[in-house]
């Protein structure tokens, strides 16, 4: 159990209150919280019974492990590390175990007086995230016998001393549900259970603790599917804390490697005839020439410069880094790249994770460089994961690496290599980072092959998201292919081919080709309208967010925009575009259009989406508050400038205004109330249509009340399908069961067309299942007729609308309604509409 602690006076003279030392980084607690003193004596002495977990090597530092787990960080003078040793005299050495009132350090402060700009020593907790100070001495000291500092459990002083800690720790137990146990994600979970709370939690696994807010501590545990785990928790909110986290603990995720590509486990082999075998990572055929890539180790400056001076510039790379990675999200989000998203959302975490700084910024303390002091820190914790035999942690030490490649190059002001990669090459490396992979154009890559790595890792996940076929697990015989090479990577089959013999090579040709001529034939008709062997018409309608998407729309053939997400327009900027800079950006996307429609939904910000100025109330249940149209209801304001803006974009007959998250029909004439009443005051006489989207369920059930107010339906699968299955569409560890062809969907799509028709009214779909063309004919079959995707996909749309027959789609589907599962329907489809 942990204990409070009383540490005696390491010196004697004057207890001075860290706000008096003269140092920022003291001052302000950088390094943890205590007390100083200015000394009258020279040998630093014990402070309590401990082992020496760090000495620095110039000596004039020290940290004493106490045995409650306390890490006491004592500093002789301030950036005395510049004396390189001169003026001190170890007396003990790492490892050892030392009683109190040991003397550990001989300082020659007249020496080191003069040299250095002050000879106040100063005593921290250095693990402040896991114990503070709950009484601390003033006054003159004397080493060795004052009481100098009571340290106990973070959350504790204020209960000192009247209650003891062991009444105050709260424990409870834990069966893990996680399919993989407790690694990346699960860990992040964790983390941010217990960072909500005013408390200390940890976990005890093994005979080993762990602290729940560090996500390398807690995957070090090693802790797997089933295992029982005791949590502690201690500190004003023990309870919630506790509570919280194991909750998160217990909570149900599936097996990444489940969900992964179907991965051969095989380790890396030489097949016959010289090829070489491995892991899917995402399935596919490429031939290209060979670009062996190799980043290259950022510079670390290994000489030390004031103790200052390295504090304050691991701080400022920790900061530049966390806001490159937030603006990697932001673009992340913006693309609605959500893979990337959620990986850059684990690195986050791993940079907010108190062990990693914790040990960087102690060893800053003892003398080493920023630099090598988060060099070392990283590369411990990433030892510690590969050493421990689960293929899932170890890849996990590959985003440690990546975070150690951001923070190393952030203090020296380099940049990252950017590799150079002809168009279609294959790619081989030994292993790849995320970021290494962000940097890279997806389309200049036929391929890519990693010596090492897993499927499960987030590289794996960025390839097959952006659709390159990719082979992981290689072994490094793959780094011995000479660059230039021409190879034949048959991902799925697992096999890589250095030397393919021509019949090979024509055989995967022929097959790259196919799709490749198929592909062109269907762009060749894109721009010509879509309609189905028995003729009738289908909109295929594009999704974008700004006018360069609007001339890509048109480029690719599509017949109107089915979908502007406005809030894009809102997001990344300090403050919210005034209406002329809205009215500007809307008429610029409806001139783009050339004379077709565009669908222009209100902005539809919360839940997912974030913008930090428009300081929405804090919500803990975000995707069911304020969001959507609603947002707009709390903002009057702003809604009303976005209704002004749209009025004013011309022509109106080729406009439509779209509601987001709209529930019932009083939701609806609010806003068409509003429109009327601003188009009068503006003097405009000519409005826009108004349609509502049905992403709520109620809004499906109630789509014939909708239909009589709204001019035309749009249906957002994304969140409808979120919203009917209870499933966070933002959480990746549910993503596998979030299938918008469950028969529940399909039944309210059948509401949804019902209630339109009786009142004339069309619908559409601008979610993702527009966009999958499996779901294509069953959408049709049920009575949508406009389909809104991403700009790329509308000519293979076309063509799948095409080879339709709609009056065997309206039969076909009934039958659908009855099954009960996903992957009855998509079965079912499949074996109704073969795709050629
Ligand atoms: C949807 O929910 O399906 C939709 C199109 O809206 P968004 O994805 O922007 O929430
Ligand atoms: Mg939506």
């Avoid at 204020?158 to 399919?179: C, I, K, M, N, S």
């Avoid at 400022?316 to 693309?335: N, P």
């Avoid at 709609?806 to 074996?831: D, F, G, K, N, Y």
């Amino acid at each position: 159990m942990i204990q409070a602690l009383e540490l005696k006076a390491p010196l004697s003279g004057k207890a001075l209150s860290l706000d008096q030392v003269p140092d920022p980084v003291f001052a302000g607690r950088m390094m943890g919280d205590g007390l100083a003193i200015d000394p009258a004596s020279s040998t630093l002495l014990a402070p309590c019974d401990g082992v020496v977990s760090q000495i620095a090597r110039t000596g004039h530092a020290l940290t004493l492990r106490a045995s409650n787990g306390a890490e006491i960080l004592m500093h002789i003078g301030i950036d005395t590390v510049s004396l390189q040793g001169q003026g001190f005299k170890p007396l003990v050495a790492q490892g050892d175990s030392i009683r109190c009132g040991q003397p550990l350090i001989e300082a020659d402060f007249d020496f080191i007086r003069g040299k250095a700009p002050s000879l106040v020593t100063v005593v921290v907790i250095a693990n402040s995230d896991a114990f503070e100070p709950a009484a601390r001495a003033d006054g003159e000291l004397s080493a060795g016998q004052s009481m100098f500092m009571r340290i106990v459990p973070l959350g504790m002083a204020a209960a000192e001393p009247t209650v003891a800690r062991d009444d105050q720790t709260l424990q409870g137990q834990a069966l893990v549900g996680h399919g993989d146990g407790i690694h990346a994600r699960p860990a992040a979970m964790i983390q941010a259970a217990a960072k909500a709370f005013n408390a200390r939690v940890s976990l005890r696994f093994n005979g080993q603790e762990a602290n729940a807010r560090s996500v390398v501590a807690l995957m070090g545990l090693g802790i797997g599917k089933g295992d029982q785990v005791q949590v502690l928790a201690s500190g004003e909110q023990a309870a919630e804390a506790l509570a919280a986290v194991i909750e998160a603990l217990q909570a149900h995720s599936p097996s990444a490697q489940a969900e992964a590509a179907p991965a051969s486990a095989a380790a890396p082999a030489m097949l016959a005839d010289g090829k070489i075998g491995g892991v899917l990572a995402a399935p596919g055929l490429a031939i290209g020439p060979v670009v062996q890539f190799a980043a290259a180790e950022p510079w670390v400056e290994e000489q030390p410069g004031l103790l200052a001076d390295e504090y304050r510039a691991l701080a400022r790379a920790l900061a530049t880094v966390r806001s490159e990675i937030m603006a990697q999200m932001h673009a992340a989000l913006k693309r609605g790249d959500k893979a990337l998203q959620a990986i850059f959302d684990a690195h986050l975490a791993l940079l907010d994770d108190p062990e990693l700084i914790g040990a960087a910024e102690r060893s800053v303390g003892q003398g080493q460089s920023a630099g090598v002091a988060f060099r070392d820190a990283a590369r411990a914790q990433r030892q510690m994961l590969s050493a421990m035999n689960n293929p899932l942690l170890a890849e996990r030490a590959n985003d440690l690496k990546d975070l150690e490649r951001r923070v190393l190059l952030a203090l020296s002001g380099e940049t990252a290599d950017k590799p150079s990669v002809p168009p279609q090459s294959i790619l081989i490396a030994d292993d790849l980072t995320p970021s290494d992979l962000a940097t890279l154009p997806a389309d200049a890559l036929a391929g890519v092959v990693l010596a090492r790595g897993g499927a499960t890792s987030h590289v794996a996940i960025l390839v097959r998201a952006r659709g390159v076929p990719a082979m992981v697990a290689a072994g490094p015989a793959v780094l011995e292919i000479a660059n230039g090479r021409e190879v034949l990577l048959d991902a799925t089959a697992c096999v890589l081919d250095p030397k393919p013999d021509s019949a090979s090579l024509q055989a995967a040709r022929a097959q790259i080709d196919e799709r490749r001529a198929m592909l062109a034939k269907v762009r060749e008709a894109a721009s010509q309208p879509a309609q189905t062997r028995d003729g009738h018409p289908v909109e295929v309608a594009a999704n974008i967010a700004n006018e360069r998407d609007a001339r890509e729309a048109v480029r690719c053939g599509a017949d109107s925009v089915g979908l502007l997400r406005s809030e894009f327009l809102f997001i990344e900027r300090e403050a919210a575009p005034t209406r002329e800079e809205q009215h500007a950006a809307y008429q610029a996307v409806l001139d783009a259009l050339q004379g077709r429609s565009a669908i222009m939904r209100t902005i539809d910000v919360g839940g997912d989406k974030e913008v930090p100025y428009l300081t929405l109330p804090h919500e803990d249940n975000p995707a069911l508050g304020l969001r959507g149209i609603r947002s707009g209801f709390a903002r009057p304001a702003l809604l009303d400038d976005q209704l002004a803006a749209l009025l004013a974009t011309r022509p109106a007959s080729k406009l439509r205004i779209l509601l987001p998250m709209v529930a019932d029909v009083d939701d609806l004439l609010r806003v068409k109330i509003r429109l009327a009443e601003l188009a009068a005051e503006l003097g405009v006489s000519e409005l826009p249509q108004l349609g509502v989207m049905i992403e709520v369920p109620s809004a499906a059930m109630l789509a014939d009340q909708l239909a009589e107010h709204a001019d035309f339906l749009s249906i957002g699968t994304n969140d409808l399908t979120q919203y009917t299955l209870a499933r966070d569409r933002c959480n990746p560890d549910l993503a596998a069961g979030l299938d918008h062809m469950h028969p529940a969907l399909l039944r309210l799509i059948a509401q949804t067309t019902a209630g339109a028709a009786r009142h004339g009214r069309w619908v559409g779909v601008c979610g993702a299942m527009a966009s999958d063309l499996e779901a294509a004919p069953v959408l049709l079959g049920l009575g949508v007729t406009e389909l809104s995707v991403s700009p790329g996909l509308v000519p293979e749309l076309k063509a799948r609308v095409r080879a339709l027959d709609l009056e065997m789609c309206r039969r076909e589907v009934q039958p659908l309604l009855q099954l009960t599962s996903a992957a009855q329907v998509r079965a079912r489809a499949r074996e109704i509409w073969p795709q050629v």
